[in-house]
């Protein structure tokens, strides 16, 4: 039996890692018949899905080959130039002495130009009037109810001050 451990957070933080992402999502579990564990995965290599059927110890055993074997044991997946912290600044280099690819500059993805793209619709070209929209400001702290009423009632001013 485990001790008692004071600090209750960092152990229900935990459990709700594997409450939230269990090491394989149920989704992908196909059959449990006859003793064997069917389920599938995808191959990053070409894309496919595929499909693995495994023994109860097959199966634990690859499970467990994911647990640290040592007590506070970190785990790391990428280290070296292609760890999070260095990736951006060494890759590029890494790719120009290896001669790979050439390193462009990125371009930040809004939302505008890929609604338009996907959907062939510009978000800022009007319904009614066919014409480009800018933003022309904001306020702060209305709800979306109250924006519309305030719209509402600058329009009914508008309109009695074209009559």
Same mark, same amino acid.
């Given at each position: 039996?485990?001790?008692?451990?004071?600090? $209750?957070?960092?152990?229900?933080? !935990?459990?709700?890692?594997?409450?939230?992402?269990?090491?394989?999502?149920? &989704?992908?579990?196909?059959?449990?018949?006859?003793?064997? $564990?069917?389920? $599938? !995965?995808?191959?990053?290599?070409?894309?496919?899905?595929?499909? #693995?059927?495994? @023994?109860? *110890?097959?199966?634990?055993?690859?499970?467990? &080959?994911?647990?640290?074997?040592?007590?506070?044991?970190?785990?790391?997946?990428?280290?070296?130039?292609? @760890?999070?912290?260095?990736?951006?600044?060494?890759?590029?280099?890494? !790719?120009?002495? #290896?001669?790979?690819?050439?390193?462009?500059?990125?371009?930040?993805?809004?939302?505008?130009?890929?609604?338009?793209?996907?959907?062939?619709?510009?978000?800022? *070209?009007?319904?009614?009037?066919?014409?480009?929209?800018?933003?022309?400001?904001?306020?702060?702290? #209305?709800?979306?109810? *109250?924006?519309?009423?305030?719209?509402?009632?600058?329009?009914?001013?508008?309109?009695?001050l074209q009559n």
């Open positions: 039996m485990g001790k008692n451990t004071h600090d $209750i957070g960092h152990t229900v933080g !935990y459990l709700g890692q594997y409450f939230k992402r269990p090491p394989i999502e149920s &989704s992908r579990l196909r059959h449990y018949y006859d003793g064997d $564990i069917t389920f $599938i !995965y995808k191959d990053h290599r070409d894309g496919q899905y595929k499909t #693995l059927i495994f @023994s109860p *110890e097959e199966m634990i055993r690859r499970m467990v &080959s994911h647990i640290p074997a040592i007590k506070n044991f970190r785990m790391v997946r990428h280290y070296g130039f292609l @760890s999070n912290r260095k990736r951006g600044l060494l890759l590029p280099i890494v !790719y120009k002495k #290896l001669d790979q690819i050439e390193i462009t500059s990125t371009h930040p993805i809004s939302y505008a130009p890929m609604k338009k793209r996907f959907t062939n619709v510009d978000p800022f *070209e009007g319904i009614l009037y066919k014409g480009r929209m800018c933003f022309v400001g904001f306020e702060v702290g #209305l709800k979306g109810h *109250e924006l519309v009423t305030n719209r509402r009632k600058t329009m009914v001013k508008k309109r009695k």
